[in-house]
C-alpha cells in the first residue's frame, strides 16, 4: 500500500455511505440504452460557486443494473470531507449493463487502435448524460474530471482521446489506450496506476501510454507498483495525495 502526503482515507474523514447519493436512471433517446447511476452533490455547490463534475468508470466485475455495484473498490473515497475540501466536486457513477463494455476493445491486449473502433454505446450515453448533468447542476465547465478502473481505465483513455479538450484532468488505473493519441493529450494533467505483475490488464498498455505522452511533451504522472496486482483502487483511491491531485485539476 501507498500512503501519500495526505493520509488514507477512513469513515472517520467523512466518507460517505452508499444511501447518501442519489439514485437515477438516465434514459438515453440516442443509443436506447438505460443507464442507472448514483450521484454524490457537495452541499455547498450553487450558481454562484459551481463545482467540478468528476465521472466515475467502474471495472468489468460492476456491471449490471442494480445501482450499486459500481460503488465498489474504494468508489466512494472521492466523496470524502477530507478528499472534497478545497475542491468541491459532483460525482457520477453510471453502471455499464451486464453485456457491453465502456470501450470494445480486449482488456488483455493492452491498448487498441481508436481510428478502428468504435466509440460504444455506453460511451455515447456517458457523454450524453454529462451533458444532461451541466444543464441541471451548477457544474464548473472548466473542471470536468474523469476517473476509472481496469474496464474503466481504458475508458478513462478513451473518452479523453475522444473529447481531448473537454476534460481538465484524468487518472487511469490498470487500464489501456491508444497510444498513437499521445501528441492530442500531451497537454493533459494525466496520472496513471498499473502493477507490474497485473494479471488481467498487462502493465505495457500503461507503459505505451506513458511512453507516447512523453515522446509528445507530455509529463504524466506514472506509479508503476512492484509486485502488485490488478486491484490499484487500493492504492490510488485510498491515497489522499491522489484524490485532491485529481479534484484540483482546473482548465486555464
Avoid at 496506476?193 to 507530455?218: E, I, K, T, Y
Wanted: hydrophobic share 40%; charged share 15%; with cysteine.
Amino acid at each position: 500500500m501507498l500512503a501519500g502526503e495526505g493520509g488514507q482515507i477512513s469513515n472517520k474523514q467523512g466518507k460517505n455511505n452508499v444511501s447518501d447519493l442519489q439514485s437515477r436512471i438516465f434514459s438515453d433517446p440516442t443509443t436506447g440504452f438505460t443507464l442507472p447511476y448514483r450521484l454524490f452533490v457537495p452541499a455547498d455547490c450553487n450558481a454562484g460557486s459551481p463545482c467540478g463534475l468528476l465521472l466515475f468508470l467502474h471495472g468489468a466485475g460492476e456491471r449490471g443494473s442494480d445501482n450499486q455495484a459500481q460503488l465498489k473498490n474504494d468508489a466512494l473515497a472521492w466523496t470524502a470531507r477530507q478528499a472534497q475540501t478545497g475542491n468541491p466536486t459532483i460525482v457520477v457513477y453510471p453502471q455499464c449493463p451486464a453485456d457491453a463494455q465502456w470501450v470494445e476493445a480486449p482488456w488483455s491486449d493492452g491498448s487498441y487502435a481508436l481510428a478502428k473502433t468504435a466509440i460504444s454505446k455506453p460511451m455515447t450515453a456517458v457523454l450524453n448524460l454529462i451533458a444532461s448533468l451541466r444543464q441541471e447542476l451548477p457544474i464548473d465547465a472548466k473542471r470536468l474530471l474523469v476517473t476509472g478502473l481496469s474496464m474503466g481505465g481504458y475508458g478513462t483513455f478513451d473518452i479523453i482521446a475522444r473529447n481531448p479538450d473537454m476534460f481538465a484532468g484524468a487518472l487511469s488505473l490498470c487500464g489501456g489506450g491508444d497510444p498513437s493519441q499521445g501528441p492530442a493529450l500531451r497537454h493533459l494533467p494525466i496520472w496513471i496506476f498499473h502493477g507490474d505483475s497485473d494479471p488481467a490488464v498487462p502493465v505495457r498498455g500503461s507503459r505505451q501510454m506513458v511512453r507516447a505522452l512523453r515522446d509528445a511533451g507530455g509529463t504524466p504522472n506514472y506509479t508503476e507498483v512492484a509486485g502488485g496486482g490488478h486491484n490499484m483502487w487500493n492504492v490510488a483511491y485510498q491515497d489522499l495525495k491522489v484524490l485532491r491531485w485529481l479534484l484540483a485539476q482546473k482548465k486555464s
